[in-house]
């Protein structure tokens, strides 16, 4: 092998060996007093430092309409970080971190103010060597997104000095339909070159999620019966217990399949319909996610494969909660759906005739993100009716969140003298097989936006199309009056039952 072929492992970007640490860089946030921020992209930030995945000189810079000082925002993010850090508290680490914190105060139409975060920009690449890279983290409602995109590139931010980046994080609400969805990829994109926009799905964040594709594509056992001829359907449920709790503002008028399924779920869907892609890239994975999106139809009657509900009073973990139209904040008549459930159908080749089975809410039975992949019975059962009674379909669920792993359900004989069939689980935890704890998803994601790796981010053909794939099912339910109520504390609206008996299938009761 000649010197010129030969490449060092240890040397090699790709290698996962090699621990993954942002260069010279900073970020601005900016919804610096929003929730998301408090509980998620703060703690994040402080659990990437403490891991020695950021750069020495890493900085944050809070832009808000408060009156505050650098220490005073120090201050909330130091809260943030005690309260909601996935990693221990360690003083060292925090005061380094602590030392590139820096606050703007101001309005987004405010000149000054982005004069004075360029300035800051400048000063913190003097004073820290951020070389003049910097994320610029939208967690602001969509409606000042065009505002904040205009102010960067007028207070010359938008564009990177020679040799440096700049990258927009965008968190969702993308759009609330196709068209709301294009104008916003329009205003990012005539401001940044697409490789620049960074697409929060947090999901795509989460290892869990990221294993269907280890699962699917590193092993040999399941691929070959990952299609119509074994797969029965798929069922993907993302049930949570809280309410809305102080989100009203954000939630009346959104509803459950704009918050969670256009994004979330859909992204599940492609993961585990997906072909496999040629390479594990950016490109290639967004590919063939995109094809899968592009190839799902909705059965032609949506009354009956569809169902929206609203959660009423209830109790939950043995105290009673109020009502959606009782939360702060909601309006009496509010027709906003917390339970959403929908059926799909994959038009390929490998998934005709295999329904997927879609539904998220507030206020179910319990909190869990799983994806069941329910199997056809086996075509001949050389056993007595009454061996198999209690057999049902296989199934293997992959178990997103809590006590993430995957569940293999199979028959077994009961042990006794007489041939008796029942189901069985064989299960692998996380917590079982790593020492390792998962990290949260806005680690991983935050790091990949600071290393400029995209494959976990959405491409806007994606968000485009999983709009097309909803925007008919909520011009429908808009046609119609209030969504089904249903008790807090249950698993949802009869008509999600109903939805699928007609099917001939149930909802699992995870
Ligand atoms: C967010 C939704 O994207 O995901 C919230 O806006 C939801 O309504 C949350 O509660 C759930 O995230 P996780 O990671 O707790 O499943």
Do not use: C
């Amino acid at each position: 092998m000649s010197a010129d072929t030969w490449t060092n492992p240890l040397r090699d970007p790709e290698d996962r060996r090699l621990p993954r640490i942002a260069g010279p860089s900073g970020l601005v946030l900016f919804g610096v007093t929003g929730d998301l921020s408090r509980k998620k992209v703060m703690p994040a930030i402080y659990d990437l430092a403490n891991r020695g995945l950021l750069p020495p000189g890493f900085s944050l810079v809070g832009f808000a309409r408060r009156d505050w000082a650098d220490q005073d925002f120090a201050q909330i993010v130091h809260d943030s970080v005690k309260e909601h850090a996935r990693t221990e508290f360690r003083e060292e680490v925090w005061r380094q971190l602590a030392e590139g914190f820096r606050f703007v105060p101001g309005d987004f139409d405010d000149d000054v103010a982005f004069d004075n975060l360029r300035r800051t920009i400048e000063e913190l690449d003097q004073a820290r060597g951020t070389g003049g890279n910097m994320a610029f983290y939208f967690a602001i409602p969509p409606s000042f997104f065009g505002t904040v995109v205009q102010q960067l590139q007028e207070h010359g931010m938008a564009h990177p000095p020679e040799g440096s980046w700049r990258r927009v994080v965008v968190e969702k609400p993308f759009g609330h339909d196709l068209a709301s969805a294009q104008e916003l990829n329009a205003t990012l994109d005539g401001v940044f070159p697409s490789g620049s926009v960074f697409r929060i799905d947090h999901y795509l964040g989460k290892e869990t999620v990221q294993n269907i594709l280890a699962m699917r594509f590193a092993n040999n056992m399941f691929e070959p019966i990952w299609n119509s001829n074994y797969v029965d359907h798929v069922q993907i449920t993302m049930a949570e217990d809280i309410g809305i709790g102080g989100r009203a503002g954000y939630y009346d008028g959104i509803g459950a399949a704009r918050d969670v399924i256009q994004n979330h779920l859909l992204q599940l869907m492609a993961l585990v319909a997906m072909e496999e892609p040629v390479a594990f890239d950016a490109n290639s994975l967004r590919y063939e996610k995109q094809k899968v999106l592009s190839s799902v139809v909705l059965p032609p009657r949506l009354d009956l494969t569809t169902a929206r509900g609203q959660y009423t009073s209830g109790w939950q973990g043995g105290e009673k909660v109020i009502g959606f139209l009782e939360e702060e904040g909601i309006k009496r008549t509010s027709k906003t759906e917390t339970f959403a459930a929908i059926t799909l159908h994959v038009d390929t080749r490998r998934w005709a005739g295999v329904p997927f089975y879609l539904r998220a809410g507030k206020r179910l039975g319990r909190r869990v993100t799983e994806v069941a992949i329910v199997f056809k019975r086996a075509p001949h059962l050389p056993f007595t009716a009454t061996a198999t009674e209690e057999l049902t379909q296989n199934a293997l669920v992959i178990r997103v969140q809590p006590d993430e792993g995957l569940t293999m359900r199979f028959g077994s004989k009961v042990p006794g003298t007489s041939m008796e069939i029942r189901d069985v689980n064989m299960d692998f935890a996380y917590g079982g097989s790593f020492t390792e704890a998962s990290p949260e998803a806005y680690e991983r994601l935050i790091l990949d936006v600071l290393l400029g790796d995209p494959p976990l981010f959405p491409r806007h053909e994606e968000v485009e199309l999983s709009w097309k794939i909803l925007d008919p099912i909520l011009e429908h339910w808009a046609k119609k009056g209030k969504p089904e109520p249903y008790d807090a504390g249950t698993w949802g609206p009869e008509s999600a039952n109903a939805m699928m008996a007609r099917d001939g299938r149930t909802w699992r009761r995870p």
